[in-house]
């Protein structure tokens, strides 16, 4: 009989799964709001990450997968980076949709239970600030930094060719303009590049286990502070089974598996 079973088993699987591949991602979303409502945690966790896993992005499949993985935590059913699973939800969530008042408490209301648990095993509240190229690459988004590599360019154009005049007043603006407009692309060049850069080779991501440690590219451990559960980081290019990671003005090498790439 067993041996029936199993050789039964994958023929169900093929008559089930083209059913599952039809099935509409409102259908599925709709299924996985009404087992949130009925508690059943476990279920709608296994429904949004299948529409996640489907390329299906929404910021309220995201919200309401870390509303799930974030009651779990509160149940005997939690697993290990449940909080930060939750947490990785809930950012996805904000970038797809800034400023979301409800999405913004949740993620705050997370990495508060995070940091009081970790106190309550005598871990250290690791507060990590972007270093200083990333704050000022952050202060505008990468189309403004490259506008306004393009306006300096422009007026340096302008101010040399206001300088082909002899003299008077015309000759004097672009005696006053053209250097300035070469001070402003030194500077803003370099930043149009490095945005340029870091959106096409970091991507936003949360830390989904407890804690880990930075290795290099060898996979010697680095030593130094461990990066918390729920702690957003930069990802960058995979090595192996690992991912190089950003936090703050650390980086190193961490299991692929530590780490969730957000969507956006």
Known sequence: MKRWLTLLLPLS?????????REAPEARF?????????????????????????GFIHPDVSFDRGVAYAMRARTQAERVGDLGKAAAAFEESLLLRPH??????ALDAVRAEVTRR??????????????LDRLVVGLLPGEAWAALAMGSSLLLA????????????IHVAGSVIAPAAVVALVAFTPLAVASRWLADHRRPGVIVTSEVTFADANGKSKGGNP???????EVGDKLDDNVFV???????????NAVRVLQR
């Open 30 to 54: 709709d299924r996985a709001a009404a087992e949130l409502e009925k508690s059943d945690y476990d279920a709608a966790i296994i429904d949004l990450e299948g529409l996640a896993d489907r």
């Open 246 to 256: 950003r936090w703050g003005s650390n980086d190193g090498y961490v299991p692929i």
């Open 13 to 21: 699987c093929l008559v089930v799964s083209p059913a599952i591949a």
């Open 100 to 105: 979301d008042a409800q999405a913004e408490a």
């Open 118 to 131: 970790r106190s309550r095993r005598a871990k250290d509240d690791l507060i990590v600030r972007p270093s």
């Open 158 to 169: 302008i101010g040399l060719l206001l300088r082909k005049k002899e003299s008077g007043p």
């Open 227 to 233: 990066i918390p559960e729920a702690a957003s980081v």
